[in-house]
């Protein structure tokens, strides 16, 4: 089944098309194929977001506003600044607050980029950009033999902030080439409060998982090509949605992953209903989820041994190496 790819975003670029290896499946699999759930699930299933949504004076909003910052190591500064999600909760984003900011919030966080003073620091690689209803900005952080990259996008509907997207990747040299990394040390110290045992402890059981591993291409199989697979939890009580990509592995008849190397991606909508077609429409990359490919993706529950509760009380640990089953015989197209 060929995944088609939504390029709605100008300047973010594919992530993870080959990713780092994760823990051996064999020795960290949590539920064993001969206890997977044979219930075969709904092919055009959609899932839309009907739970209750979240009130403006649901939100904890204690930001640091960026354009602010005197600091003189803009690096470290930025870096702080995301591994504090902007001294906010989501799904405030980055210090920004969709359904409740509004145009002048997005104009001071871009401005901060464009100014062009942070390209000084040659430890940055930044390109900003803002039009009348969208702008972004992507902030690489380069070290001798690896980078991270952060991209944010804000999207605005009638001078409001409506949509926030977060995503990011690692890459790294190797013998002169650059690869995209899952165990990037100061990748994981970036997002930290982002990680999925951050996530879970923090914001509790997400009212849906969804997973998809995507399928080889032609002329393309695996191995010897890596391909994702992709978990999402969706807090639609919440406003927000967090998608983690890892390695999609094989075994006795079953895709596998392990989500504790991952790639992370959010988007945050905040206190007002939508439905998740339109919460990933802003995603991009093959190996994210997305308005195109939506109707792939499955319930945990229904393609794996685990419950949304089993889910929880697995991963919420840091500590866990655990993976995720489910027979390639659910994802094979008919």
């Avoid at 403006?56 to 690096?75: F, G, L, Q, R, V």
Wanted: aromatic share 10%; with cysteine.
């Amino acid at each position: 089944m060929q995944i088609k790819s939504n390029r709605t975003i100008i300047f973010v670029v594919l992530v993870a098309s080959i990713l780092a290896s994760c823990s051996s499946p064999k020795e960290t699999m949590t539920t064993p194929a001969s206890n997977i759930q044979t219930q075969e699930p709904s092919i055009n299933y959609v899932p839309s977001l009907t739970d209750t949504i979240i009130t403006a004076t649901d939100y904890k909003i204690t930001p640091t506003t960026i354009s602010d910052s005197t600091e003189t190591n803009p690096k470290q500064f930025l870096a702080e600044f995301i591994q504090a999600n902007g001294n906010c909760k989501l799904p405030c984003l980055m210090g920004l607050a969709p359904g409740i900011g509004g145009k002048s919030d997005a104009d001071a966080f871009l401005s901060y980029f464009l100014g062009g003073h942070l390209k000084k620091d040659t430890g940055l690689d930044i390109y900003a950009v803002n039009k009348p209803e969208w702008g972004g900005v992507v902030i690489g952080f380069l070290e001798e033999n690896s980078s991270q990259y952060i991209s944010i996008d804000i999207y605005q509907e009638k001078s409001s902030i409506k949509q926030v997207v977060l995503s990011s990747w690692a890459s790294r040299q190797i013998n002169g080439k650059t690869e995209m990394s899952l165990d990037d040390i100061k990748y994981g110290q970036l997002l930290r409060n982002f990680s999925l045992a951050e996530i879970l402890t923090v914001y509790g059981r997400p009212s849906q998982i969804l997973i998809a591993p995507f399928p080889d291409d032609p002329g393309h199989p695996s191995p010897p090509t890596i391909y994702p697979l992709s978990i999402v939890l969706v807090y639609s009580e919440k406003g927000f949605l967090i998608q983690y990509v890892t390695n999609r592995e094989e075994s006795d008849g079953n895709y596998i992953g392990c989500p504790n190397k991952s790639s992370i991606s959010i988007s945050a909508w905040g206190p007002y209903e939508l439905p998740l077609v339109e919460a990933v429409r802003y995603f991009s990359g093959v190996n994210s989820i997305n308005s195109l490919n939506i109707s792939y993706f499955r319930q945990i529950q229904d393609v794996t041994s685990l419950s949304i509760d089993t889910f929880y009380q697995v991963f919420k640990d840091s500590r866990s190496s655990d993976c995720i089953v489910t027979p390639i015989k659910y994802w094979t197209t008919k």
